[in-house]
């Protein structure tokens, strides 16, 4: 009879100020105000957290045992060879629910002694992602992080702190909705000579129609019941505002294209949020989702762009996720 072990009382988080309450608030209003919100607004409540799940297991090619699993597999299967009883404490920044990260875990078992540290801008999801982390075998669990990724930075070195082996930080899932510079000075800051990197990106298929069959990856009901959530959140009532999903002509700086979303609304709207009153107009949209796609070549860049030796890079069959190995210089 299998025997469930106690969970224990509470799990001690550190929380940046850059996902305070106050900041948060001022951030969304400033967000509708500007006419882009912020993508880490939709990952924030445990509501969105769980929407966000049912997309991922949905639609995510990197949860496709038959495509994408197979790039992160075949860098796992890299790095327990490079560590070699070394162990090494796995930092997941952005790690969303941990599915990725636990899969690097349980392909570094016997590699030495492993922690994990969780760190993401969804306090939810850092909740699901140390569950899931906790139950790798021989794994000791850093204390987890909650911040902006963007803007904590500078601070991450003293968040997650210090454990054996070498550090292997990975950055999965973060490019599609972050500008690349951003996202890679927060590994950055974390890598030390000799540490490795793995970080993975959405990629845009060669052929003809490939965009448009990302694009309905986007444009059904679980996406738009995800985005919905803020924008019910915001007091915007059924049929006062519509969510159109597209492709974003701006894709950003490395990226070969984008999908974008964006909130139009029918008729002028009062809102009276947390931080402030906003007023939306028609023909005034605001984006609320921006999801970039990269080719091979440019995530090749990016790695290399930011002084990292690439030491692999491994695309999904059907070419839609691309992870790449790196490694920190040692002279």
């Not at 969304?28 to 969105?48: D, F, K, M, N, P």
């Not at 990724?149 to 599609?176: F, Q």
């Not at 290399?304 to 040692?330: D, F, H, I, R």
């Amino acid at each position: 009879m299998l025997r469930t072990l106690p969970r224990p009382p509470f799990i001690d988080v550190v929380v940046h100020e850059s996902v305070h309450p106050e900041a948060l608030a001022a951030e969304l209003r400033e967000g509708l105000v500007e006419g882009e919100v912020a993508t880490r607004q939709h990952y924030l409540s445990a509501r969105q957290a769980r929407l966000w799940r049912e997309i991922a297991l949905a639609f995510s090619p990197a949860r496709n045992d038959e495509d994408g699993a197979r790039a992160y597999d075949a860098v796992n299967g890299l790095l327990a060879d490079r560590l070699a009883g070394d162990g090494a404490h796995v930092i997941g920044l952005g790690c969303g629910d941990g599915a990725k990260e636990r899969r690097m875990l349980d392909a570094l078992a016997g590699s030495g002694p492993l922690t994990a540290t969780a760190v993401d801008v969804s306090l939810p999801l850092v909740q699901v992602a140390v569950d899931r982390l906790g139950g790798a075998a021989g794994t000791a669990l850093g204390r987890p992080v909650v911040c902006d990724l963007g803007l904590a930075a500078a601070d991450l070195p003293a968040m997650v702190g210090e454990a054996p082996g070498p550090r292997v930080v990975s950055l999965y899932g973060i490019l599609p909705g972050m500008e690349a510079f951003s996202a890679m000075a927060s590994a950055l800051a974390l890598l030390r000579p000799g540490d490795l990197l793995a970080v993975s990106a959405n990629l845009l298929p060669a052929g003809e129609g490939s965009l448009e069959a990302v694009i309905a990856q986007y444009d059904n009901g679980p996406t738009r019941r995800w985005l919905g959530a803020l924008v019910e959140d915001a007091g915007i009532e059924e049929g006062l505002a519509d969510v159109r999903i597209g492709e974003l002509s701006d894709p950003g700086t490395g990226a070969a294209a984008a999908v974008g979303a964006w909130l139009e609304p029918r008729e002028e709207l009062e809102l009276e949020l947390e931080a402030g009153g906003v007023r939306l107009e028609p023909g005034s949209p605001v984006r609320l989702l921006r999801s970039a796609r990269h080719t091979p070549e440019g995530l090749e860049a990016i790695v290399q762009a930011a002084g990292l030796e690439l030491l692999a890079l491994e695309v999904s069959p059907t070419g839609e996720e691309g992870v790449a190995l790196a490694a920190a210089p040692t002279g």
